[in-house]
């Protein structure tokens, strides 16, 4: 089959409805009376500190979820396909959370989630950046795009690492700067801005004129292993953290007031009946991804917290930079119509019109897991324009930006954030520091992935268990 036929194929598949079901809510339990430890949110974070807090010994523990299911930014959910009985891996596709970025590294071992995947017995499918590319007539690309894009994204990469950008300049600043700097061939400008879009735009779901050209590439990589995928989806590990563990879905906190020096108290909404609820603990962690935060601080009168945040802390938080990275997955019962074309997991099509829309494409069936799935990416301000496509238009498409309870996809380090942004936004509260924060936005050096959240739960965790065992 021809790359033609297989990009006609693609846009037939977006016109067709998608198959998936919404989960169930859960029931509304009773609530007692005073906790030693409320989180707030059941997202890795989240799930990392009640884990690591149990294990230091804190027993009373509450897990307050405003969704009707556990795992926040990690969804696991079922396709309506069947397969072979001896399939490598189920029929479930991440819409959130799907890579283990850096499986192993010789100084820190095995990556916490690939860890979490072993002791919940499903252990994960390493994977390989083995890819093919097309230009925009369905053509495989010449060596000569090949060796022009590594070419140029290494250029630009020494010429920024020289550069010694300002807190103030964005990307797009400094690659102005840099194309400027000599003269590039038509071919080499296109390459860049494709391999810009792939390889940064994609993976910091940002516009480059909203990244900061000094910041936002400082995140580390856990190690020199490859990155890996969950074998049963990242629910699996998800529902192995939430075993044993208190959690109440549909509970949304509005007010999370830490005026008493000893207690704190959480109050808001029981989504589902409507109903107020109102509790009392020794310490809380707020696990409200970034993106949340930064709405209900948008507020001309904010009320989230009681006292209001510091202008130092709410300023940080707000300097932070809230990315968006959408999926448009492409489902068939089998894959054997386009195995034979694309033998590669990574695919990438070049839009010229528009570079970077509906060109990158991860391709399941060429790696271990075997599943007939194509996964779209989207990133960035194109990401906000999938979201306004009708459901018709798509087979499954997820929509973080809209999401009431994210409001975007992960972190990235925004044009006029400074190297204490995170940690200034993450700062706890009160007199005796009785609320905590967590979350990807608040690590330092592992932000915007699953095992960075992971951490910094289990970090605030160990700060606060001394705290509320008092």
Same mark, same amino acid.
């Not at 400094?174 to 810009?196: E, P, W, Y």
């Not at 271990?368 to 194109?382: D, H, Q, R, W």
């Given at each position: 089959?021809?790359?033609?036929?297989?990009?006609?194929?693609?846009?037939?598949?977006?016109?067709? *409805?998608? /198959?998936?079901?919404?989960?169930?809510?859960?029931?509304?339990?009773?609530?007692?009376?005073?906790?030693?430890?409320?989180?707030?949110?059941?997202?890795?974070?989240?799930?990392?500190?009640?884990?690591?807090?149990?294990?230091?010994?804190?027993?009373?523990?509450?897990?307050?979820?405003?969704?009707?299911?556990?795992?926040?930014?990690?969804?696991?959910?079922?396709?309506?396909?069947?397969?072979?009985?001896?399939?490598?891996? *189920?029929?479930?596709?991440?819409?959130?959370?799907?890579?283990?970025?850096?499986?192993?590294? /010789?100084?820190?071992?095995?990556?916490?989630?690939?860890?979490?995947?072993?002791?919940?017995?499903?252990?994960?499918?390493?994977?390989?950046?083995?890819?093919?590319?097309?230009?925009?007539?369905?053509?495989?690309?010449?060596?000569?795009?090949?060796?022009?894009?590594?070419?140029?994204?290494?250029?630009?990469?020494?010429?920024?690492?020289?550069?010694?950008?300002?807190?103030? !300049?964005?990307?797009?600043?400094?690659?102005?700067?840099?194309?400027?700097?000599?003269?590039?061939?038509?071919?080499?400008?296109?390459?860049?801005?494709?391999?810009?879009?792939?390889?940064?735009?994609?993976?910091?779901?940002?516009?480059?004129?909203?990244?900061?050209?000094?910041?936002?590439?400082?995140?580390?990589?856990?190690?020199?292993?490859?990155?890996?995928?969950?074998?049963?989806?990242?629910?699996?590990?998800?529902?192995?953290?939430?075993?044993?563990?208190?959690?109440?879905?549909?509970?949304?906190?509005?007010?999370?007031?830490?005026?008493?020096?000893?207690?704190?108290?959480?109050?808001?909404?029981?989504?589902?009946?409507?109903?107020?609820?109102?509790?009392?603990?020794?310490?809380?962690?707020?696990?409200?991804?970034?993106?949340?935060?930064?709405?209900?601080?948008? $507020?001309?009168? *904010?009320?989230?917290?009681?006292?209001?945040?510091?202008?130092?802390?709410?300023?940080?938080?707000?300097?932070?930079?809230?990315?968006?990275?959408?999926?448009?997955?492409?489902?068939?019962?089998?894959?054997?119509?386009?195995?034979?074309?694309?033998?590669?997991?990574?695919?990438?099509?070049?839009?010229?019109?528009?570079?970077? $829309?509906?060109?990158?494409?991860?391709?399941?069936?060429?790696?271990?897991?075997?599943?007939?799935?194509?996964?779209?990416?989207?990133?960035?301000?194109? $990401?906000?324009?999938? !979201?306004?496509?009708?459901?018709?238009?798509?087979?499954?498409?997820?929509?973080?930006?809209?999401?009431?309870?994210?409001?975007?996809?992960?972190?990235?380090?925004?044009?006029?954030?400074?190297?204490?942004?995170?940690?200034?936004?993450?700062?706890?509260?009160?007199?005796?520091?009785?609320?905590?924060?967590?979350?990807?936005?608040?690590?330092?050096?592992?932000?915007?992935? $699953?095992?960075?959240?992971?951490?910094?739960?289990?970090? !605030?965790?160990?700060?606060?268990? *001394?705290?509320?065992?008092?």
């Amino acid at each position: 089959m021809g790359m033609e036929v297989f990009l006609a194929t693609v846009l037939f598949v977006l016109a067709m *409805p998608s /198959a998936m079901s919404a989960p169930s809510a859960a029931a509304a339990p009773t609530p007692s009376n005073i906790y030693d430890l409320i989180i707030i949110g059941s997202g890795m974070s989240g799930l990392g500190a009640a884990k690591r807090a149990k294990e230091l010994g804190v027993n009373k523990i509450l897990i307050l979820e405003a969704r009707d299911r556990i795992g926040g930014r990690t969804f696991t959910q079922p396709l309506s396909i069947t397969l072979p009985p001896n399939s490598p891996t *189920p029929a479930v596709i991440d819409l959130g959370a799907a890579w283990i970025h850096g499986s192993s590294g /010789a100084a820190r071992g095995l990556n916490p989630m690939a860890k979490l995947a072993n002791d919940a017995g499903t252990g994960y499918f390493t994977t390989t950046e083995n890819g093919l590319s097309f230009d925009p007539q369905g053509r495989e690309d010449t060596a000569q795009w090949d060796s022009t894009l590594e070419d140029m994204l290494s250029r630009w990469e020494t010429y920024l690492n020289n550069y010694s950008p300002t807190n103030t !300049e964005s990307l797009n600043t400094v690659t102005n700067k840099f194309i400027n700097s000599r003269s590039f061939t038509a071919l080499q400008k296109t390459a860049l801005t494709q391999g810009l879009m792939t390889e940064v735009v994609m993976d910091y779901a940002a516009d480059l004129s909203d990244m900061s050209a000094r910041w936002s590439m400082e995140d580390l990589v856990w190690g020199s292993g490859p990155d890996a995928l969950p074998a049963r989806g990242y629910s699996a590990l998800v529902d192995y953290l939430a075993t044993n563990q208190t959690i109440w879905t549909n509970y949304a906190v509005d007010v999370i007031d830490y005026s008493n020096a000893n207690l704190v108290n959480v109050s808001g909404r029981v989504m589902n009946t409507a109903a107020k609820f109102w509790l009392q603990a020794k310490g809380v962690i707020v696990t409200m991804p970034l993106g949340y935060l930064q709405n209900k601080l948008a $507020a001309s009168q *904010p009320t989230l917290f009681k006292p209001a945040l510091s202008s130092t802390q709410s300023g940080a938080i707000k300097a932070l930079g809230m990315g968006l990275l959408n999926k448009v997955i492409l489902v068939w019962n089998d894959a054997s119509w386009w195995s034979g074309l694309l033998t590669e997991p990574w695919v990438t099509i070049r839009n010229t019109s528009t570079p970077g $829309a509906f060109s990158e494409y991860y391709n399941l069936a060429a790696t271990a897991t075997k599943l007939p799935v194509l996964i779209c990416f989207n990133g960035a301000s194109f $990401a906000r324009s999938v !979201e306004g496509l009708s459901d018709e238009a798509m087979t499954i498409v997820t929509r973080w930006a809209s999401d009431p309870w994210t409001y975007g996809s992960y972190s990235y380090g925004k044009v006029g954030m400074t190297g204490t942004t995170r940690t200034q936004a993450s700062a706890p509260l009160g007199t005796q520091k009785r609320v905590g924060f967590a979350g990807e936005h608040t690590h330092t050096q592992f932000p915007a992935t $699953a095992h960075g959240a992971y951490l910094s739960g289990v970090a !605030e965790a160990g700060r606060i268990a *001394p705290i509320v065992k008092q």
